[in-house]
């Protein structure tokens, strides 16, 4: 079974930065796409960013992140990467990863971001 642990989140003052983690087993991540994506209260879940297969050469990002995330993989650990800058506060979710597709399923914790004075 797919399995994602999501790591690296914390509170951090509005323009911080954070370097999000998501270690997945039970699957050969280097020939998947992959994405993250938020939760903020009172919100659904939305995708935040996408990365392709293998070589990891194409990615994409929703509206409100261009600019200021990067998303990046290393095969070799099984693990995909957020690094987040210039964070605001409307940028506080609980920050997830998983393959993307129409339903989206095994769910990891994910990690809380925090954007706050």
């Known amino acids: 079974q797919v399995q994602f642990v999501e790591s690296g989140g914390g509170l951090v003052h509005p323009g911080g930065s954070l370097r999000l983690s998501c270690v997945v087993s039970g699957v050969i991540v280097r020939v998947l796409p992959m994405g993250w994506y938020r939760q903020a209260p009172g919100k659904q879940r939305e995708l935040v960013a996408t990365?392709?297969?293998?070589?990891?050469?194409?990615?994409n990002y929703a509206d409100f992140v261009k600019g200021r995330f990067t998303m990046s993989r290393d095969n070799a650990k099984n693990t995909v990467y957020l690094q987040m800058n210039n964070l605001e506060p409307e940028d506080t979710a609980v920050y997830f990863c998983?393959?993307?597709?129409?339903?989206?399923?095994?769910w990891g914790q994910g990690t809380q971001v925090t954007v706050s004075q």
């Open positions: 990365i392709s297969a293998v070589s990891g050469s194409s990615t």
């Open positions: 998983n393959i993307p597709s129409d339903d989206p399923s095994n």
